[in-house]
């Protein structure tokens, strides 16, 4: 495995390019955050306002917020890994009736996947992780490079 932090930006990218493969079935919105506002103001630190998610994904007629964390961790996704606004954001699309959905990256050397994980799951999950083996059910097909 790479040595360098996890900064969420090469599953980002990942994600991105992704949806952009998908041509007209789908339409990725990105959502501005501190990273970009500090780019557009040459490095200045400036506080952005807190988004509810990464991304507003539409796919085959279907529209959700989707929100993008990457784990290097050798068992499990922790929960932790969510920001509070944006795990608070969840649950109030989700109770309503919206769609909120966590796209995860696990980092690893040989068995880079992703795993698209509803909010609700995590939202009533008893524990504050879940282990990559309780994730393969939400295992999804985006192309990834190994780390």
Same mark, same amino acid.
């Given at each position: 495995m790479s040595s360098h932090t996890n900064t969420g930006a090469q /599953? &980002? =990218? &990942? $994600? &991105? !390019? *992704?949806?952009?493969?998908? %041509?007209? /079935? /789908? *339409? #990725? #919105?990105? $959502?501005r955050d501190n990273k970009d506002i500090r780019g557009l103001n040459r490095g200045k630190a400036l506080a952005a306002f807190k988004q509810p998610s990464d991304y507003l994904l539409t796919h085959q007629g279907v529209t959700l917020y989707a929100e993008v964390k990457s784990s290097a961790h050798p068992t499990a996704f922790a929960f932790g890994? @969510?920001?509070?606004?944006? #795990? %608070?954001?969840? &649950?109030? @699309?989700?109770?309503? %009736?919206? !769609?909120? =959905?966590f796209f995860v990256r696990r980092l690893h050397p040989t068995e880079g996947r992703w795993f698209r994980l509803p909010a609700r799951v995590v939202l009533s999950h008893p524990r504050r992780s879940m282990s990559w083996t309780e994730l393969q059910p939400h295992a999804v097909e985006i192309p990834c490079r190994t780390t």
């Open positions: /599953a &980002e =990218d &990942e $994600f &991105e !390019r *992704h949806w952009q493969s998908q %041509g007209k /079935a /789908a *339409h #990725l #919105l990105r $959502f890994l @969510i920001a509070p606004y944006q #795990l %608070g954001s969840a &649950e109030r @699309i989700v109770v309503a %009736g919206g !769609r909120y =959905d």
